[in-house]
């Protein structure tokens, strides 16, 4: 059974770019969640997928956006970058009724 | 504003003692909870879980304990192993979309 993976490991860009990154779930879950991690903190809910469908959202700006694939995997894509987004990026995945979610490794983020 | 709150930021114990990690709630509407330990450069692994509909759930040299009337959640791991040295997040639902509010985390330190 392959857990979930993302891509990259790590990126560095500068403000005012754009970002995508990549998330593949694990086997049979459907539903894909994002988290931001700021040092220190605790992770953040971004938003969540569903069969294609966003199905909730955090208190994160509209430039925050993400995609799922027919397949489950998932994009989460961030434009006009700021420094406060340099973060680690966790995405997990679950099945549809479950409240345990499987993270990936994560992708640092940083902004320069 | 922390609806989830982990109140000691480290805690160090010798190997094969009893490990306590505490979290309290303010959100009396929250009924499952959870539990991940993240070592630096992991995504957090899932531990263990808890419905409000109990009390106790143990797995193995792990326990969680929920108090509702005092809206408080306490991981105990017996005996205490070098390896289990890491950060432990307390999680739990918010909505239906199952997304999961965070607690700061607490770094566990085992002494050999």
């Known amino acids: 059974e392959t857990g979930v993976t993302q891509s990259p490991t790590h990126l560095i860009k500068t403000r005012g770019q754009q970002v995508t990154l990549r998330c593949s779930s694990q086997s049979g879950h459907n539903t894909v969640s994002w988290y931001q991690q700021a040092l220190g903190q605790g992770p953040q809910f971004i938003f969540q997928?569903?069969?294609?469908?966003?199905?909730g959202r955090g208190n994160f700006p509209p430039r925050f956006s993400g995609l799922q694939f027919p397949n489950y995997s998932s994009e989460l894509n961030v434009n006009a970058l700021e420094l406060d987004d340099s973060a680690l990026y966790l995405c997990?995945?679950?099945?549809?009724?479950?409240?345990?979610?499987?993270f990936g490794p994560g992708t640092r983020l940083t902004v320069t | 504003d922390q609806q989830v709150k982990q109140n000691s930021p480290s805690l160090s114990v010798q190997e094969g003692r009893i490990s306590i990690l505490n979290c309290d709630y303010t959100n009396s509407m929250f009924d499952y909870f959870l539990w991940y330990k993240k070592y630096p450069a992991e995504g957090p692994t899932f531990l263990i879980s808890i419905s409000s509909i109990k009390d106790k759930n143990e797995d193995g040299r792990f326990t969680v304990f929920l108090n509702k009337s005092a809206k408080h959640l306490s991981l105990h791991i017996v005996p205490s192993q070098p390896g289990d040295s890491a950060v432990y997040f307390c999680a739990s639902n918010a909505g239906n979309n199952r997304k999961l509010i965070w607690g700061l985390g607490t770094s566990l330190a085992v002494n050999p």
């Open positions: 997928y569903y069969r294609e469908e966003e199905n």
């Open positions: 997990a995945s679950s099945l549809p009724l479950s409240y345990e979610q499987y």
